[in-house]
């Protein structure tokens, strides 16, 4: 709303600026009714530093060349725009707007979260967060990273390069949050394990390790005729990051001890 607002203040001064400028030069001066009484009228001359600073600004410029009046009169209405609260935003000023500064915190918080996901979190309405997201994107303080038909977003340098971005996208998912968390904890478990422990089909188990493959976040290990997964280092290294877990690596086999959530 205060963008076409602003569009609007700005073509209404625009016109009335080169509507008098395009006006039909001259002026037919007529009498009206009976003649002034001898001596006219009492004018009291000023000086020109009693005029206001519009007209001291219009008076220089048509001294120095009329040319320059109508790039001088949009400059005031600009100037007068900015007076009435208008500003351009900067990196130095972009977070002192509340809905732009909770938006860019959540995205802190939780890197690689999807539109919707920041809406809910922040509390702020769709119309207004795409606007927000758009402009912090244009100034380089996040990045919208695309991985299939999702989008996840990220503060500008976060997100430990390409497989790091992946696990932070691919965590925003629950079943895949539940099968990275049991890759954590088991040490190389079958596909059927998988399917069992988080309570899908083994299919649907399937096709999300084929897409942690392609992103390089697990890697397939056959044992006989057995499938079975690992995560690659630079996944491990991420996810017990993610999970603060910085001891060794105490994976359990499968003897039911409890392991690390992510």
């Not at 690992?230 to 060794?248: F, M, S, Y």
Request: hydrophobic residues 40%.
């Amino acid at each position: 709303m205060k963008y076409w607002t602003l569009v609007a203040f700005v073509i209404a001064g625009c016109f009335f600026l080169v509507y008098p400028a395009a006006a039909p030069g001259g002026y037919t001066v007529s009498p009206l009714g009976d003649p002034p009484p001898e001596g006219g009228n009492d004018f009291t001359e000023i000086s020109f530093w009693e005029l206001p600073p519009r007209m001291m600004l219009v008076e220089m410029l048509l001294f120095i060349s009329p040319a320059l009046l109508f790039p001088a009169e949009l400059l005031y209405s600009f100037t007068v725009v900015t007076f009435l609260g208008y500003r351009r935003i900067s990196r130095r000023n972009a977070l002192d707007h509340d809905s732009r500064k909770r938006l860019y915190e959540c995205i802190g918080q939780n890197p690689g979260i999807s539109l919707g996901a920041l809406i809910h979190a922040s509390g702020v309405a769709r119309g207004a967060a795409q606007y927000h997201l758009c402009r912090l994107k244009s100034m380089g303080m996040i990045v919208a990273v695309r991985q299939g038909g999702q989008v996840g977003y990220f503060k500008t340098g976060e997100g430990s390069g390409a497989v790091g971005r992946s696990v932070h996208l691919h965590l925003q998912n629950d079943t895949t949050r539940q099968i990275l968390s049991l890759l954590l904890a088991v040490h190389r478990p079958s596909q059927q394990d998988l399917a069992v422990a988080v309570g899908i089909s083994a299919p649907s188990i399937f096709w999300h390790m084929r897409r942690l493959i392609a992103d390089e976040i697990v890697e397939p290990y056959r044992e006989g005729k057995t499938m079975r997964y690992h995560l690659t280092p630079e996944a491990l290294g991420l996810l017990r990051e993610e999970a603060g877990h910085d001891g060794a690596d105490d994976r359990t086999p499968r003897d039911g001890e409890e392991g690390v959530t992510v």
